[in-house]
């Protein structure tokens, strides 16, 4: 069983940055994969970001060149650094355990955090 807790949400004023943090339990932290959604009220979830173990990464073109995913095994933590955020930025951030398929769907995830509130005002 693998435990992920994100923090660092906030309100913030357009054009502001936010750092989230997402911190996971295990040993084996090092050899996940893990990814970034984000969920707005009324919408499905949306692919962020993704990270592989060797620290490959990939980003949704909504977000590439604001957004910046990133890890530091030794603390056992995922971050998604957040700049020029807009108001269409406004959702519930959540991290996520990959498991098996494509990284950009929701259902190839097997484990997920409960999620971050990312509010950003114009």
């Known amino acids: 069983q693998v435990q992920l807790v994100e923090s660092g949400g906030g309100l913030v004023q357009a054009g502001g940055s936010l750092r989230l943090s997402c911190a996971a339990s295990g040993r084996a932290f090092s050899s996940y994969n893990m990814g970034w959604f984000r969920q707005a009220p009324g919408k499905e979830r949306e692919f962020v970001a993704f990270i592989t173990s060797g620290e490959v990464t990939s980003h949704a073109d909504s977000v590439k060149g604001r957004f910046t995913i990133s890890r530091d095994n030794a603390k056992n933590t995922m971050y998604l650094q957040m700049n020029s955020l807009k108001p269409e930025d406004t959702a519930v951030y959540c991290c996520?355990?990959?498991?098996?398929?494509?990284?950009?769907?929701?259902?190839?995830?097997?484990?997920w955090g409960q999620g971050t509130q990312v509010t950003v005002s114009s």
């Open positions: 996520a355990l990959h498991g098996l398929g494509d990284y950009r769907r929701p259902t190839s995830y097997s484990y």
